[in-house]
């Protein structure tokens, strides 16, 4: 009989491509894959330790596996693996232990499913020799996510992402291309581009990010391309404006502020200011009206005082923003941030996280009521369980429609119709197919 393997995600979506890739590394002919919700001989949990709530939320969900398998053979891998091994095999229950390198040749370590007295540990010594491996998601009908970059060389004072993944790297172009190829032939309608630090490709290979998207909007059958995520000073005019005239390339751009304290951002070692940020932002507007832009905020960095977050407030409002993914800042062992003093108490980061999270939404209902009798191209996905069909539009807003299965997997013409509870949109198909 074939052995059941599961697979539980934690963190982003980097996490997501990698484990997909490490799940088809396990042979079909001797394993089968369920849900992690169903019973499984073999785990494998692939964590995040980007915060400390991160950290505690791979705690919790290692327990709870193996609470509900007792029997099951336990592996922990990625970041939080990497970065805290003695700590994960601590865990009463886990197997395997394996760092950044390591888990992409997991089935070399998994000898027997008999369940060990202590766990095993495997994890890169010097984080500066890992390699690069290619990864993609396949779990989506319409969307995979590929993994073009790893690594990071900047070194934020309160970021332990370097200590866990090491430095930037990528593969070719050539490489990603072929990859690309197969994702199409997949039958994948969209791509998105993840990494550690995107903009920071083809440092390992005397390329571009430019290079590469320019590349992959060549690609035969590939209808969508979109970026995860890019830092603003990495994000040059050259490639905003190739995002407003290549037709396969989403306007939707995702970029990490931080703060929009110029003092904090120093304090943050971030590697530009917020007139830069704001810079970015006018041009896409200036060049797209209708493109989404999402931006990255840490509450409670230390030292951050009241006129320091209301500077960050007045300044985000003052942009043409979609959405905020808000952050309280907690402490990594091993960063600079860690050791500073004039801390800020867990109460005034709640309540600085929630004026921010109310600003985030009233962003998103503004650019969903600008985007009212609009019409624009909808990606079907799947049903939900009111009877409907959802997708994202090419600027990143979630439209539904009643179900209909000759939907999923289209790119159809939709006129944005209403707003939802739910912060999203309904919608109307066109007569003209996209």
Same mark, same amino acid.
């Given at each position: 009989?074939?052995?059941?393997?599961?697979?539980?995600?934690?963190?982003?979506?980097?996490? @997501?491509?990698?484990?997909?890739?490490?799940?088809?590394? @396990?042979?079909?002919?001797?394993?089968?894959?369920?849900?992690?919700?169903?019973?499984?001989?073999?785990?494998?949990?692939?964590?995040?330790?980007?915060?400390?709530?991160?950290?505690?939320?791979?705690?919790?969900?290692?327990?709870?596996?193996?609470?509900?398998?007792?029997?099951?053979?336990?592996?922990?891998?990625?970041?939080?693996?990497?970065?805290?091994?003695?700590?994960?095999?601590?865990?009463?229950?886990?197997?395997?232990?394996?760092?950044?390198?390591?888990?992409?040749?997991?089935?070399?370590?998994?000898?027997?499913?008999?369940?060990?007295?202590?766990?095993?540990?495997?994890?890169?010594?010097?984080?500066?020799?890992?390699?690069?491996?290619?990864?993609?998601?396949?779990?989506?009908?319409?969307?995979? @996510?590929?993994?073009?970059?790893?690594?990071?060389?900047?070194?934020?004072?309160?970021?332990?992402?370097?200590?866990?993944?090491?430095?930037?790297?990528?593969?070719?172009?050539?490489?990603?291309?072929?990859?690309?190829?197969?994702?199409?032939?997949?039958?994948?309608?969209?791509?998105?581009?993840?990494?550690?630090?995107?903009?920071?490709?083809?440092?390992?290979?005397?390329?571009?990010?430019?290079? +590469? +998207?320019? %590349?992959?909007?060549?690609?035969?059958?590939?209808?969508?391309?979109?970026?995860?995520?890019?830092?603003?000073?990495?994000?040059?005019?050259?490639?905003?404006?190739?995002?407003?005239?290549?037709?396969?390339?989403?306007?939707?751009?995702?970029?990490?502020?931080?703060?929009?304290?110029?003092?904090?951002?120093?304090?943050?070692?971030?590697?530009?200011?917020?007139?830069?940020?704001?810079?970015?932002?006018?041009?896409?507007?200036?060049?797209?009206?209708?493109?989404?832009?999402?931006?990255?905020?840490?509450?409670?960095?230390?030292?951050?005082?009241?006129?320091?977050?209301?500077?960050?407030?007045?300044?985000?409002?003052?942009?043409?923003?979609?959405?905020?993914?808000?952050?309280?800042?907690?402490?990594?062992?091993?960063?600079?941030?860690?050791?500073?003093?004039?801390?800020?108490?867990?109460?005034?980061?709640?309540?600085?996280?929630?004026?921010?999270?109310?600003?985030?939404?009233?962003?998103?209902?503004?650019?969903?009521?600008?985007?009212?009798?609009? %019409?624009?191209?909808?990606?079907?996905?799947?049903?939900?369980?009111?009877?409907?069909?959802?997708?994202?539009?090419?600027?990143?807003?979630?439209?539904?429609?009643?179900?209909?299965?000759?939907?999923?997997?289209?790119?159809?013409?939709?006129?944005?119709?209403?707003?939802?509870?739910?912060?999203?949109?309904?919608?109307?198909?066109?007569?003209?197919?996209?």
């Amino acid at each position: 009989m074939k052995k059941r393997v599961a697979f539980q995600t934690l963190g982003c979506k980097l996490n @997501f491509a990698e484990t997909s890739t490490i799940a088809r590394s @396990f042979s079909t002919e001797e394993y089968l894959r369920v849900s992690p919700d169903n019973e499984a001989d073999i785990f494998i949990i692939n964590t995040c330790s980007v915060t400390d709530t991160a950290d505690r939320k791979c705690r919790q969900a290692i327990r709870k596996i193996i609470n509900h398998n007792p029997h099951a053979f336990i592996a922990v891998v990625g970041c939080y693996a990497q970065l805290k091994p003695g700590e994960v095999a601590a865990i009463e229950g886990v197997d395997l232990v394996l760092g950044t390198d390591e888990k992409f040749d997991i089935t070399s370590y998994i000898s027997s499913l008999e369940k060990k007295k202590a766990a095993e540990i495997h994890y890169c010594d010097d984080i500066l020799k890992t390699e690069y491996h290619a990864s993609w998601s396949s779990n989506d009908r319409t969307r995979s @996510f590929l993994k073009v970059q790893d690594g990071c060389d900047y070194h934020c004072s309160y970021c332990t992402v370097p200590l866990a993944r090491g430095s930037s790297r990528n593969q070719p172009v050539a490489e990603i291309i072929r990859e690309a190829g197969d994702i199409v032939a997949s039958g994948f309608r969209e791509i998105v581009l993840t990494g550690v630090n995107v903009g920071d490709f083809g440092k390992s290979t005397g390329e571009t990010l430019r290079d +590469l +998207l320019l %590349s992959l909007c060549s690609v035969r059958g590939l209808e969508r391309l979109r970026l995860s995520s890019i830092e603003p000073n990495l994000l040059s005019n050259d490639i905003i404006e190739l995002i407003a005239n290549e037709e396969v390339l989403m306007p939707h751009v995702h970029m990490p502020l931080q703060s929009g304290s110029d003092r904090i951002l120093g304090l943050m070692k971030r590697r530009y200011n917020r007139d830069l940020f704001a810079g970015r932002v006018t041009r896409i507007k200036e060049l797209m009206p209708h493109a989404a832009i999402g931006a990255d905020v840490i509450v409670g960095f230390p030292g951050e005082s009241d006129d320091d977050f209301a500077d960050t407030y007045s300044f985000l409002s003052s942009l043409p923003l979609t959405y905020l993914h808000v952050f309280s800042y907690s402490p990594r062992p091993g960063t600079p941030a860690a050791t500073m003093t004039d801390k800020v108490t867990s109460k005034v980061k709640e309540q600085r996280s929630k004026q921010l999270i109310r600003l985030s939404e009233s962003f998103r209902m503004r650019f969903m009521r600008e985007n009212i009798g609009q %019409s624009r191209s909808v990606l079907f996905e799947k049903k939900n369980a009111e009877g409907m069909i959802s997708g994202f539009t090419e600027n990143y807003i979630k439209t539904y429609l009643p179900y209909n299965k000759n939907l999923s997997g289209r790119i159809l013409s939709v006129t944005l119709k209403s707003i939802r509870e739910d912060g999203s949109m309904e919608g109307e198909i066109n007569e003209q197919r996209l």
